[in-house]
């Protein structure tokens, strides 16, 4: 069974959002929170959840300081801001800090519902791909941000492999596919390549192989 959980203190647009998710399959949970300590409350309760689509601008989030908060308290867990900013500037800053992913509400329902899919199936949405190319370079947060980067000289050739895949937007169904193992296979080598370089997501992951190759070029 999908889980999901939708974060928005605006319930006609929590509303657009179930019916988006409840398209993709009939399964589907959907749980409802309408602000950042809401959201805390019920994950800190419920590890099952396998996404959440998070207003960027409801009660408690300050900015990306709400997102940065989720993300320590379940790193494992694919957080999808959904917001009716959709600027390069905010975009990137959200990646950085590790969303996997970036729906603006302006998008159309089948768009949405095409975006939590790609998610779900490991991928990473952005309204426009050039916008990854921007959060190749992030404000830098705690520790340097060329960290991640220097560290993929250690990874196995597989493990970079299934890297240089996920660089190239590849869901984790073709990467089963490319590499010939199963999808446990390819969800192990996946954990482990954000383990080797620090990362909280395979999207700071992709941008660290995009700056290492920029600084190659």
């Known amino acids: 069974m999908l889980k999901v959980l ?19 399959r009939a399964d589907a949970l959907v749980v409802e929170a309408a ?17 959440a689509l998070l207003d960027l601008r409801m009660p408690g989030m300050d900015g990306l300081e709400g997102l940065m908060a989720l993300r320590r308290e379940r790193p494992e867990l694919p957080v999808v801001i959904v917001s009716a900013l959709a600027d390069e500037d905010t975009v990137a800053r959200c990646l950085a800090c590790g969303a996997a992913g970036y729906i603006p509400k302006s998008l159309g329902r089948e768009r949405i519902r095409a975006a939590v899919e790609q998610v779900l199936e490991g991928g990473v949405f952005v309204p426009d791909p050039g916008l990854l190319d921007a959060a190749a370079h992030p404000v830098p947060k705690g520790r340097g941000q060329d960290e991640p980067f220097t560290r993929i000289g250690t990874l ?12 190239e937007g590849r869901l984790n169904k073709e990467i089963c596919h490319l590499l010939g193992v199963s999808e ?3 969800k192990a080598h996946v954990s482990a390549v954000l383990h080797k370089l620090g990362v909280a997501s395979r999207t700071q992951a992709v941008l660290a192989l995009r700056r290492m190759k920029e600084l190659q070029d």
């Open 184 to 186: 446990t296979t390819v």
């Open 6 to 24: 939708i974060a928005d203190d605006h319930p006609l647009f929590r509303e657009a959002l179930q019916g988006a998710v409840m398209g993709l």
């Open 156 to 167: 196995t050739p597989q493990q970079r492999r299934v890297l240089d895949l996920m660089g």
């Open 35 to 51: 602000s950042l300590d809401g959201v805390i409350e019920l994950i800190r309760d419920d590890d099952e959840f396998d996404l």
